[in-house]
């Protein structure tokens, strides 16, 4: 099977954006975008010279490749409603297994693992893909999709998958939430985050070339208990933050 070079968006979120985007900067045609919501279909659509969609019926049979970016928890929905099944489709799902599919002739994962926000450049060609399929011919063609966009591109079964999917959600979403704790802490003495912003950086350096346990510092790494102690009491007044500390410090020092 040769490289797809027409593709049906099915989504008009942040991944369907950036990925068609990145399709559309590297020759490929976007035929159709699907959204429920007309508005997002046609605004994504007008940017990548596709015509819009909010009815998966009208979703025709026309392209190479069908690429699912919705939210997991309405892929089966959409797969449901699906009724040509000669085409290669595709989700782009860190969790969701290749079997939700398994109606289809040709299927397959095309999973960019990076945190995607519409109005936030990504550069393509460094994001990690993960590809699975259920026959060769179609894992070809899904790996060179791939590789059209990136240099970084990996076969990665489900199994694998899921648990790449959840070291992403410590990695990337918790780390997110404690910056946003962070903030809140800050933002109660009216300092800005932006003094944290170096050290967020360089500790994001510091695992480039070393395992993170190694780069493990804080009073919880030197088991110092009286600064423990220190800001227990200062998150008095939040029991959650509180809590998320106790946790994390307790699973730091056990790890010594």
Same mark, same amino acid.
């Given at each position: 099977?040769?490289?797809?070079?027409?593709? *049906?968006?099915?989504?008009?979120?942040?991944v369907?954006?950036?990925?068609?985007?990145?399709?559309?900067?590297?020759?490929?045609?976007i035929?159709?975008?699907?959204?429920?919501?007309?508005?997002?279909?046609?605004?994504?659509?007008?940017?990548?010279?596709?015509?819009?969609?909010?009815?998966?019926?009208?979703?025709?049979d026309?392209?190479?490749?069908?690429?699912?970016?919705?939210?997991?928890?309405?892929?089966?929905?959409?797969?449901?409603?699906?009724?040509?099944?000669?085409? #290669?489709?595709?989700?782009?799902?860190?969790?969701?297994?290749?079997?939700?599919?398994?109606?289809?002739?040709?299927?397959?994962?095309?999973?960019p693992?990076?945190?995607?926000?519409?109005?936030?450049?990504? *550069?393509?060609? $460094?994001?990690p893909?993960?590809?699975?399929?259920?026959?060769?011919?179609t894992?070809?063609?899904?790996?060179?999709?791939?590789?059209?966009?990136?240099?970084? @591109?990996?076969?990665?079964?489900? $199994?694998?998958?899921?648990?790449?999917?959840?070291?992403? @959600?410590?990695?990337?979403?918790? *780390?997110?939430?404690?910056?946003?704790?962070?903030?809140d802490?800050?933002?109660?003495?009216? #300092?800005?985050?932006?003094?944290?912003?170096?050290?967020?950086?360089?500790?994001?350096?510091?695992?480039?070339?070393?395992?993170?346990?190694?780069?493990?510092?804080?009073?919880?790494?030197?088991?110092?208990?009286? @600064?423990?102690?220190?800001?227990?009491?200062?998150?008095?007044?939040?029991?959650?933050?509180?809590?998320?500390?106790?946790?994390?410090?307790?699973?730091?020092?056990?790890?010594?």
């Amino acid at each position: 099977m040769s490289l797809a070079k027409t593709i *049906t968006l099915i989504g008009a979120g942040n991944v369907a954006t950036h990925l068609g985007k990145a399709f559309l900067n590297n020759g490929f045609s976007i035929n159709q975008v699907y959204s429920k919501s007309i508005d997002n279909a046609y605004s994504l659509a007008s940017e990548l010279n596709a015509m819009p969609c909010d009815d998966v019926k009208f979703i025709t049979d026309e392209s190479d490749i069908y690429i699912i970016c919705i939210k997991d928890d309405a892929i089966n929905d959409i797969v449901e409603q699906i009724s040509f099944k000669n085409k #290669i489709i595709a989700h782009t799902s860190g969790s969701i297994p290749l079997s939700v599919l398994n109606g289809f002739n040709n299927y397959g994962i095309f999973y960019p693992l990076q945190t995607f926000s519409k109005n936030k450049n990504v *550069t393509i060609n $460094e994001v990690p893909f993960c590809i699975e399929a259920n026959n060769d011919e179609t894992k070809n063609t899904l790996l060179d999709l791939a590789k059209s966009l990136s240099n970084n @591109v990996n076969e990665i079964n489900s $199994e694998q998958r899921k648990k790449i999917h959840l070291a992403a @959600v410590f990695a990337c979403n918790f *780390t997110n939430y404690m910056y946003s704790i962070s903030e809140d802490i800050l933002n109660q003495s009216n #300092i800005d985050l932006d003094i944290l912003k170096p050290l967020i950086i360089e500790t994001a350096k510091k695992i480039q070339n070393n395992s993170p346990k190694t780069m493990q510092t804080g009073p919880a790494k030197r088991n110092d208990d009286v @600064v423990l102690k220190n800001h227990i009491e200062l998150l008095a007044n939040s029991k959650d933050y509180q809590d998320i500390y106790k946790i994390i410090t307790d699973n730091i020092i056990k790890r010594k």
